[in-house]
């Protein structure tokens, strides 16, 4: 079946460190993939999105994503991580074919301590 | 308008009686989704409206949910006989398909709380 995992439910970093979210997609076919980001009381914000091309790009707030199709990933990544970041993560997919519906993993909820 | 506009922002309900909620989505976007997002979990697809193609009802938990789109406008979510289960923002996006601008624009949700 077509899904999203998203294998850390809660991380937690320290300011300053360096931060990797896990995304893994189930289908074979390049999807679109996208990761979103919900701040306490917000709605939903797009950081980035792949479709085709240069499998690392580039998002808002200083981070970026690397589609690596061998391992079915879309990892999202940032070199310093602010106080102002923590929020929970969303990796998304559209998978095309019969339907472009847009699927959500369960989110990773992020902690930035002092 | 600017954005996705969802309505009412809070509905409190008692359980047994329906509600309708609304989307509007941003102009000219074909594709139209609804979301629930219970507390402190993450989105549950419910349904997908892509211009006028048959609408993907593959995430609707039950026959008590059901949505219409009017062409590529507004969409309402109907709930009937509502359950304290079904407590929980629910969220709608649109989005362009197909192109480099796909991106699914979202409203900021409406939660509804059964009693």
């Known amino acids: 079946a077509q899904s999203v995992t998203q294998p850390d439910i809660h991380i937690t970093v320290s300011e300053g460190a360096s931060l990797e979210l896990r995304c893994n997609y189930s289908?074979?076919?390049?999807?679109?993939l996208f990761w979103y980001v919900q701040s306490p009381g917000q709605g939903l914000q797009l950081l980035l999105k792949?479709?085709?091309?240069?499998?690392l790009v580039q998002g808002i707030k200083g981070f970026e994503a690397e589609f690596k199709r061998s391992q079915s990933s879309f990892n999202l990544r940032k070199p310093s991580v602010h106080w102002s970041d923590a929020a929970e993560y969303f990796c998304?997919?559209?998978?095309?074919?019969?339907?472009?519906?847009?699927?959500f993993g369960t989110g990773t909820l992020l902690a930035v301590q002092p | 308008g600017a954005g996705v506009s969802q309505s009412p922002s809070n509905k409190v309900t008692e359980k047994g009686k329906d509600v309708e909620l609304r989307c509007d989505p941003i102009s000219g976007h074909t594709a139209l989704y609804w979301y629930r997002q219970r507390l402190g979990q993450g989105l549950e697809f419910l349904i997908y409206f892509q211009g006028n193609s048959a609408p993907d009802k593959s995430g609707l938990p039950s026959d008590r949910f059901s949505a219409e789109r009017t062409g590529e406008s507004v969409s309402t979510l109907t709930i009937q006989r509502t359950q304290q289960e079904d407590s929980a923002v629910y969220l709608c996006?649109?989005?362009?398909?197909?192109?480099?601008?796909?991106?699914?624009?979202f409203g900021q949700g409406t939660r509804l709380t059964v009693v």
């Open positions: 998304a997919v559209i998978y095309g074919g019969a339907t472009n519906k847009l699927i």
């Open positions: 289908y074979g076919a390049t999807p679109y």
């Open positions: 996006a649109s989005s362009h398909i197909g192109t480099t601008n796909t991106e699914a624009f």
């Open positions: 792949y479709f085709s091309g240069d499998t």
